[in-house]
């Protein structure tokens, strides 16, 4: 089994940063993917950013330029470091790592964007 705990959510301001951060806890030996989506109202759950490798991260088109992933293998931890964010960022942001084929969740974490 797998563990994801998900930290940094919150209020920000139009234009504003945040940092979410995920820790995997359990069995994580073979880790391969780690990853964030988010949820908006009404709306259905859509990738934001993917991390396999330093050098293999995919971005959702809305986020590309604003929003960065990071991976530490050493501490089975993700970071999404969220720039800019507007109010169409607002949503809840699920943290999710794949191992083996077998993909898990935290519980999610709330962004909320506004003045």
């Known amino acids: 089994q797998v563990r994801l705990v998900e930290s940094g959510g919150g209020l920000v301001q139009p234009g504003g940063s945040l940092t979410l951060s995920c820790a995997a806890s359990?069995?994580?030996?073979?880790?391969?993917?780690m990853g964030w989506y988010r949820q908006a109202p009404g709306k259905q759950r859509d990738l934001v950013a993917r991390?396999?490798?330093?050098?293999?991260?995919n971005y959702a088109d809305s986020v590309k330029g604003r929003f960065t992933i990071s991976r530490n293998n050493a501490k089975n931890t993700v970071n999404l470091q969220m720039n800019s964010l507007t109010p169409e960022d607002t949503a809840v942001y699920y943290c999710?790592?794949?191992?083996?084929?077998?993909?898990?969740w935290g519980q999610g974490t709330q962004v909320t964007v506004s003045s």
């Open positions: 999710s790592v794949t191992i083996l084929g077998t993909t898990f």
């Open positions: 359990g069995n994580t030996f073979r880790i391969y993917s």
């Open positions: 991390i396999i490798s330093d050098d293999n991260t």
